[in-house]
């Protein structure tokens, strides 16, 4: 190549023409693309700031999405009997206890908690005495090494769960064990004004049930420690009560693997409460309230019937329930013995409105 002489620009072959434009895209395409992508892109919800208002809406919606969910899985999950090879001697309500939605610690709570505000709310005409009251007492340690019981508190509820009677109770004897994990019972309670006397709770508590049906959890240890008697066809013992009694395969059941079981709701997790466990003895018989009833039989139904009679000859009146005095209790205790060797029932004095439920 000579001096002072510049070589040429070299030329692009024809091939190499053909493949610049897919390796190497002009600016203005590259710029209408780029835009394109931005007028596209949209930004998320859950990128923005939400208002409290947005926030509230957000949360129900998806609380209603995961109930509705729930509510689908219960329905879909429990099979027809008829797809099943097995399904001819299955009861349908055997499928739902076995492939319906099981309730959650959370859910028995929450359940639990509407059943007693229930209760609680109870008033008018089913807040009234009526035939069908559940008893439930708890008990201290006296003696030398609190073995032996004695009543600290006992508590009475009507067929629908109000309240009839709920009191402290002073024992006669020197309390060695007042059971507190139990019983919830504290020296304070027993110290306090408002505790009633051994021999006020007794005859409050006789007034009331006498000559009613009795629901209670191994009630005869609450008549015992109570130290009254009551008919044992006016009885209805959850702890002996046969279906009840096969959940523990022939033994004596617990109340709270009766809740448990038949229920579905937890109890007893702490102390006791004497209210809340007559409560839900209550709802235990109400659960089988019909075919208990159908298995005492017709023989059975006509002694009650003549109890009943009995009581409505002196008429219907409210009980007034008073402080007995020294000779009102000595008379209460002829009148209940001489009935009871005369026919093994007690008459009623002051009788009650015979409201059922």
């Not at 507190?180 to 049930?209: M, R």
């Not at 009551?230 to 009560?241: E, G, M, N, V």
């Amino acid at each position: 190549m000579a001096k002072g002489k510049k070589s040429a620009a070299p030329v692009a072959s024809s091939n190499w023409k053909k493949l610049l434009p897919t390796i190497a895209p002009t600016a203005t395409e590259s710029s209408k693309k780029k835009r394109k992508n931005a007028e596209e892109f949209i930004i998320s919800p859950n990128y923005k700031c939400f208002n409290k208002r947005q926030r509230i809406e957000k949360m129900k919606a998806s609380f209603v999405a995961k109930s509705e969910n729930i509510e689908e899985k219960k329905t879909l999950d429990i099979p027809d009997k008829e797809e099943l090879w097995f399904g001819e001697d299955v009861d349908q309500d055997a499928l739902k206890n076995v492939y319906g939605h099981k309730e959650t610690a959370q859910e028995q709570k929450l359940k639990k908690k509407t059943i007693l505000a229930k209760m609680n709310s109870v008033s008018g005409d089913q807040a009234r005495l009526g035939k069908f009251v559940a008893i439930d007492c708890e008990m201290v340690g006296v003696g030398p090494d609190g073995t032996d019981s004695a009543l600290a508190r006992v508590s009475l509820v009507n067929f629908h769960g109000a309240v009839l009677l709920d009191c402290y109770v002073k024992p006669q004897e020197k309390v060695t064990d007042y059971r507190t994990q139990v019983s919830g019972i504290e020296p304070k309670h027993l110290e306090s004004d408002e505790a009633l006397t051994f021999k006020e709770a007794q005859f409050k508590t006789e007034a009331i049930i006498r000559g009613r049906v009795l629901v209670g959890h191994a009630v005869y240890n609450d008549l015992q420690v109570l130290m009254i008697s009551h008919p044992a066809l006016l009885i209805r013992d959850t702890s002996r009560y046969k279906p009840f009694r096969k959940l523990a395969k022939g033994r004596t059941p617990g109340l709270k693997m009766l809740v448990k079981e038949i229920l579905g709701l937890s109890i007893q997790s702490g102390s006791h409460s004497s209210v809340e466990d007559a409560r839900f003895t209550m709802q235990l018989y109400k659960s089988v309230k019909l075919e208990w009833e159908k298995s005492i039989g017709a023989k059975s139904g006509l002694i009650m019937k003549k109890i009943s009679a009995k009581e409505e000859k002196h008429g219907k009146k409210k009980v007034t329930i008073k402080k007995p005095t020294q000779e009102e209790s000595e008379e209460e205790e002829d009148d209940a013995s001489e009935s009871d060797s005369e026919d093994g029932s007690s008459s009623e004095e002051d009788d009650v409105s015979d409201e059922e439920e």
